[in-house]
């Protein structure tokens, strides 16, 4: 900060938008709603046909609408903080724009003694 304008910011910085201005001062999200790392988020609603919505929340409906995306990759596209990401998801979510398919539980998948096998068993045909 320089003393001569008081700004503590510089031109480069790009416009300035606080982070509980975009989630309306919200830490969690909406519900009881958990957003996983690896949380898969599916677009329901065309974003051409997605009501008014902030510019944060439309992008990250855009991200979503042509595939399923992990909360994780959404955040890094949209250069947003995990936090603010999973309050506007749950927003999205309480809106019924998107729909989320949680990860699978390390224990419900396969063993990795049998993909092994059936990999070393493709591997010889």
Same mark, same amino acid.
């Given at each position: 900060?320089? @003393? @001569? @304008?008081?700004?503590?910011?510089?031109?480069?910085?790009?416009?300035?938008?606080?982070?509980?201005?975009? &989630?309306?001062?919200?830490?969690?999200? =909406?519900?009881?709603? /958990?957003?996983?790392?690896? &949380?898969?988020?599916?677009?329901?609603?065309?974003?051409?046909? =997605?009501?008014?919505?902030?510019?944060?929340?439309?992008?990250?409906?855009?991200?979503?609408?042509?595939?399923?995306?992990?909360?994780?990759?959404?955040?890094?596209?949209?250069?947003?903080?995990?936090?603010? *990401?999973?309050?506007?998801?749950?927003?999205?979510?309480?809106?019924?724009?998107?729909?989320? &398919?949680?990860?699978?539980?390390? =224990? /419900?998948?396969?063993?990795?003694?049998?993909?092994?096998? *059936?990999?070393?068993?493709?591997?010889?045909?």
């Amino acid at each position: 900060m320089s @003393d @001569d @304008d008081g700004r503590w910011y510089d031109d480069d910085a790009g416009p300035l938008v606080r982070l509980y201005a975009m &989630t309306s001062g919200r830490a969690r999200p =909406a519900g009881a709603e /958990q957003f996983d790392l690896m &949380t898969l988020v599916h677009g329901c609603v065309p974003p051409d046909r =997605a009501p008014l919505l902030s510019p944060e929340e439309a992008q990250l409906h855009r991200l979503c609408g042509a595939r399923p995306r992990p909360v994780a990759d959404m955040a890094s596209e949209a250069g947003l903080p995990l936090a603010v *990401v999973r309050v506007l998801l749950g927003n999205l979510l309480h809106a019924g724009l998107i729909r989320v &398919t949680p990860p699978v539980p390390p =224990a /419900q998948l396969p063993d990795s003694r049998i993909l092994k096998r *059936v990999i070393d068993g493709l591997r010889a045909l």
